[in-house]
């Protein structure tokens, strides 16, 4: 037995086996196939009988190394890496549901988590109901006979709202339905919904795991045999991560923590910055005192991590009007990358919910989210400073 090792050790030192070659960092494969020694190995394998690798849509050294890193930095007992987040969340839910059942969803989940749920599943009769973060007294009444899944992100996008893990794992056990949490703004680092009860944690790598906005990819991590059906459905519908990308994913796992604490001292002195400013309608930050559930990040989170939001005042106009000013944060729609972005949800990522939607998952029109980079904070906050005049 190893003795427990922390979460950066862990994510340096959890890697593939060393080869004849005795390489210090762990080689690319890029293979689709593997070779078997003889008959009997080929038919072991099949099988499931040793472990091993077949063919890369099933396993790949690389694949492998990535998710089995993630599954002990979240606490999860088994896990599989997937093309991109959204094949995660589709494949976390599909493989689990069948025809008739329900899904309680937090109303704030991404938007393509929205158009799974509301146009893709209802095609299978599959339903949903959309509950709201912050009004949990609400939930256990929402629940019905076919329920079968909670889905919930937390932090929510780009509202930042939260919930309270401890509490959800109980009202998922309490009525035997399994808890799925998208885990993609914490990253493993900041909050481990496994912990909490959570039986299925899913992420977008895309965002802070990989954190450079340089390839695609997701994962799903979580107990052994709920995994053991989503391994299932993955292998024979093939939404499987590409080796380069987990050679890349499984090195970024090694930095994780070290961006994560500067992201989020970022983020605060960004948040703090913006809730004095008189042209600042308000901000929203897991991690200052203002924040409605900030008792409850606290409890879960380890810090407030990378993402900001705030109203300029003026709406809409004024909201465009600061972007256009933006002369070094980028605008764009992703988030989590060592550059700082700005994004206008209400025209961009959200566009497509209509205001009473908006309203409801706490956009409003001038709202700004800001996934805060590893640049020097005083430049952020200096371009900031200037496109708020
Ligand atoms: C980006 C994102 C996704 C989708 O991930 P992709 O890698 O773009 O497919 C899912 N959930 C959240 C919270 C995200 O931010």
Redesign the pocket.
Known sequence: MEEQRNFETDAIRAQAERTDFREHSVPLYLTSSFVFDDAEQARALFADEVPGNIYTRFSNPNNTEFIQKLCLLEGAEDGIATA???AA?YCSMAALLKAGDHVLASRSV?G??HQILNVLFPRFNMSHTYVDLNDPASWESKIQPNTKMIFV?TPS?PALDIIDLEWLGKLANKHQLILNV?N??ATPYLQNPAKWGAHIVTH????FIDGQGRV???AIVGKKDLIKEIRFFARHTGPSMSPFNAWVLSKSLETLAIRMEKHSENALTIAKYLERHPKVEYVKYPFLTSHPQHGIAKKQMRLGGGIVSFEVKGGIDAGRNFLNKLKMVSHSAN?GDTRTIATHPASTTHSKLTDVERAAVGITPGLIRISAGLENVEDIVKDIEQALV
Not at 204 to 207: E, F, G, Q, R, V
Request: hydrophobic share 35%; glycine share 16%.
């Open positions: 991109s987040g959204m969340m991404f393509s988590t992100e996008n998208d993609c703004f977008s790598a895309t965002k695609i990819g997701g988030l």
